[in-house]
């Protein structure tokens, strides 16, 4: 079956990048996904990026995609103390209509004033 | 703004006692889902509904149950809440085809005493 793996927990400086990294399993992941978690709140999606891309830019946010390796990472540029989070990889098929999307255990970023 | 919201944010029951957790989406997404999310764990698809039609991952306890009267509201079941039910549950949405982007509800965490 699918499987996502992040690294459970980050810290960085503010103003630093942060990388966080993600391993899935699935070579029929099509899109892959970044989501956001706020401590006490729903998954928010940040980007995500089709399988025929290798990188993403939008703002300081930038994914990139090793599809031979199965390897997606986000960088935050200028981390700030709000980037303080859990970040989770998530990846689905493109099989039409409904696409299960399978989530990884999230990595925990801490930001340091 | 159109949005997710789930019902109640907090509930506590006791051992065994039925829960019903609620999901209204002002979105008009066919796609509606539930997921259970407990601590350091990724979120775990429980079912679906993709319009009228309801979708049981195989691993989903018979406890839980789900019903969706209408396009807007999908609720969630648990008939007799074990202390392991103890999560966050998180309602999310999305619309077909393409991307299967989530839009999640900030979820309702449940306490089984």
């Known amino acids: 079956g699918e499987d996502v793996e992040q690294s459970l927990f980050l810290s960085v400086r503010e103003g630093d990048s942060s990388v966080i990294n993600c391993t899935y399993t699935d070579s029929s992941s099509t899109y892959l996904y970044w989501y956001k978690q706020e401590p006490g709140a729903g998954l928010q999606l940040l980007t995500y990026?089709?399988?025929?891309?290798d990188m993403k830019q939008d703002q300081r946010l930038t994914v990139l995609l090793n599809k031979k390796d199965k390897h997606l990472s986000l960088r935050i540029a200028d981390t700030q103390t709000g980037d303080s989070a859990i970040y989770f990889c998530a990846e689905s098929p493109n099989s039409g209509g409904y696409q299960k999307v399978t989530f990884g255990t999230g990595t925990k970023l801490q930001v340091i004033p | 703004d159109a949005m997710v919201i789930q019902n109640p944010r907090y509930q506590v029951t006791q051992f065994g006692k039925p829960v019903t957790l609620s999901c209204s989406q002002t979105l008009n997404h066919n796609v509606m889902y539930w997921y259970q999310q407990k601590s350091s764990q990724a979120p775990k698809l429980l079912f679906h509904y993709y319009d009228k039609d309801f979708n049981n991952e195989a691993d989903t306890p018979d406890n839980f149950q789900s019903r969706r009267p209408n396009t807007s509201f999908c609720f969630l079941d648990i008939r007799s809440p074990g202390l392991g039910d103890a999560a966050m549950y998180l309602c999310?949405?999305?619309?077909?085809?393409?991307?299967?982007?989530?839009?999640f509800g900030a979820g309702s965490r449940l306490t089984v005493l």
């Open positions: 990026i089709f399988s025929n891309m």
């Open positions: 999310a949405t999305s619309t077909s085809p393409g991307a299967n982007v989530l839009t």
